[in-house]
């Protein structure tokens, strides 16, 4: 095959070639977009679900959406190791400024990066050493409180009313949203619960992991009125096979059945994996139709590949015992995992595993379906860390 024709786009947040089985959340967006830019009250998303199921691909195409609606975008990636406000600030300002340019009466653009500023001074955002210039006095009494619960939504509300007045609209798109704080997440909701008290244009689409409502309930009791939390999961074996025909047909090439029933069965139907098994059996196919004993004869590279990049960057950051935690997970069963099932192979009580649970749920590695159970945030990755640990160490952790 030529390979410089291959459609399959393996990557972290890369576009498939053809995007399926995620219809319905994008029509939800459209909703949103269309009744909050016609001030009318409609809740914002949250989308969750595991990784390499495409939120970031969604939370992008969302963004064209929104811009096609008129929409000022912001689009971000939250980190354990920056503040909200370092993330937004900056982006803001850009939005302001293009706001700014727009040809309109009225001084709520300048109102807004008053406040921006009185913000900024507060928090003591920075780019760098190099500060975020913006040649205003702030605003006093809005946005400078050092209280961000406060801060926020009245820099929000600032921000969305000179969008208003400019005939625009603000999406502030966020990616890997559980990594905020507590007070970050927390004052977030608050100010979405401010657009909505007043009609604001401004809305919020986040993408997380599957703890993502959860962390949401607990921050703000009224959180659910005010999102919406669509689960983004596995393709359905139609739509998989969908999302593997139909972009070689474009190229003149095709499946055979088998061979997308094969691939099916060992992705499981997550998107990332689909994407990775389509692009190694078109480069290792020599004719059309791509048969099964390719998807056979690529099998062992595409799981070298994911074993080395999208499962090894993950094992690479766990301590020796989280390791060994995670391990014993995968030994107890496949799916959920009872802590106190880990806990008998470990031979500790279940009350140590407390605060390595809790740092591998910090990490992103695991999460918490129920009380007193835990799966892993990965797909497949119970089978990887069975190739990486074939066997559970005889030394278990000791209380």
Request: no cysteine; net charge negative; glycine share 10%.
């Given at each position: 095959?030529?390979?410089?024709?291959?459609?399959?786009?393996?990557?972290?947040?890369?576009?498939?070639?053809?995007?399926?089985?995620?219809?319905?959340?994008?029509?939800?967006?459209?909703?949103?977009?269309?009744?909050?830019?016609?001030?009318?009250?409609?809740?914002?998303?949250?989308?969750?679900?595991?990784?390499?199921?495409?939120?970031?691909?969604?939370?992008?195409?969302?963004e064209h959406l929104?811009?096609?609606y008129g929409y000022k975008t912001i689009l971000v990636e939250a980190s354990e190791s920056k503040s909200l406000a370092a993330v937004i600030a900056p982006q803001l300002r850009k939005i302001l400024f293009s706001l700014d340019r727009m040809a309109n009466v009225g001084n709520k653009v300048k109102t807004a990066l008053a406040a921006l500023?009185?913000?900024?001074?507060?928090?003591?955002?920075?780019?760098?050493?190099?500060?975020?210039?913006?040649?205003?006095?702030?605003?006093?009494?809005?946005?400078?409180?050092?209280?961000?619960?406060?801060?926020?939504p009245d820099l929000l509300a600032a921000v969305a009313e000179a969008a208003d007045e400019r005939g625009s609209a603000v999406a502030l798109l966020i990616d890997e949203i559980q990594y905020f704080s507590s007070k970050e997440l927390s004052s977030l909701i608050m100010a979405m619960h401010r657009m909505q008290q007043k009609s604001l244009p401004l809305v919020l689409v986040g993408a997380g992991l599957p703890i993502l409502p959860g962390l949401a309930g607990e921050s703000k009791s009224y959180a659910e009125?005010?999102?919406?939390?669509?689960?983004?999961?596995?393709?359905?074996?139609?739509?998989?096979?969908?999302?593997?025909?139909?972009?070689?047909?474009?190229?003149?090439?095709?499946?055979?059945?088998?061979?997308?029933i094969s691939i099916f069965k060992k992705t499981q139907g997550y998107p990332y994996f689909i994407q990775e098994w389509g692009y190694q059996a078109w480069n290792y196919a020599y004719k059309s139709p791509i048969d099964e004993p390719v998807i056979g004869e690529v099998s062992r590279l595409v799981g070298k590949r994911l074993d080395e990049n999208f499962f090894k960057v993950r094992f690479d950051r766990?301590?020796?015992?989280?390791?060994?935690?995670?391990?014993?997970?995968?030994?107890?069963?496949?799916?959920?995992?009872?802590?106190?099932?880990?806990?008998?192979?470990?031979?500790?009580?279940?009350?140590?595993?407390g605060p390595l649970r809790a740092g591998l749920i910090r990490k992103g590695m695991i999460y918490s379906p129920a009380f007193g159970e835990m799966t892993f945030t990965v797909p497949l990755f119970d089978e990887f860390i069975k190739r990486a640990i074939p066997d559970l160490p005889a030394a278990r952790l000791s209380d």
């Open positions: 095959m030529d390979t410089t024709r291959n459609p399959f786009a393996p990557g972290a947040g890369s576009p498939p070639p053809e995007l399926v089985g995620r219809g319905e959340v994008l029509e939800q967006a459209k909703v949103l977009l269309g009744r909050v830019k016609n001030h009318r009250s409609e809740k914002s998303l949250l989308l969750h679900g595991l990784r390499g199921v495409g939120k970031t691909v969604l939370l992008n195409e969302i929104a811009q096609e500023k009185g913000f900024i001074g507060v928090v003591k955002v920075s780019m760098g050493d190099i500060e975020l210039g913006i040649d205003t006095d702030p605003l006093i009494g809005v946005g400078d409180s050092g209280d961000l619960e406060i801060d926020l009125r005010l999102f919406s939390f669509p689960t983004i999961g596995a393709l359905t074996k139609q739509d998989a096979m969908k999302a593997l025909q139909e972009p070689v047909l474009r190229e003149g090439i095709e499946f055979s059945e088998s061979a997308l766990l301590t020796p015992r989280e390791k060994i935690f995670l391990r014993a997970m995968a030994e107890s069963g496949k799916g959920h995992s009872k802590t106190s099932s880990v806990a008998d192979l470990l031979n500790v009580k279940v009350t140590s595993l």
